[in-house]
């Protein structure tokens, strides 16, 4: 399911809250493994895609990214990116 995201620091980490339409469309829990495709242009590749496990981002289900992904992709806490969620 394609979603528009904030990026939020989460912990050392820069993360992200799922929407409740998508945790309920896709049946989601916190442990549950997620797809998830980042949709930005870098090095001439449209995206990256990476595999992680839902958590608790507050009081919300949300997923962390990666540090060495968050700095490849040049992203920061307070950026908007779409990103494509699928259950694995």
């Not at 919300?60 to 540090?67: A, F, P, T």
Request: hydrophobic share 40%; charged share 30%; net charge negative.
């Amino acid at each position: 399911m394609k979603d528009t995201v904030l990026l939020i620091e989460s912990g050392r980490t820069l993360g992200f809250i799922i929407q409740s339409h998508i945790i309920d469309g896709l049946e989601l829990d916190v442990g549950d493994l997620v797809e998830i495709e980042i949709f930005k242009a870098v090095e001439n590749k449209p995206s990256h895609t990476m595999t992680r496990q839902v958590r608790w981002v507050g009081s919300s289900k949300g997923v962390s990214i990666r540090y060495y992904v968050a700095e490849k992709l040049d992203l920061n806490a307070g950026d908007v990116i779409e990103v494509d969620i699928r259950k694995v």
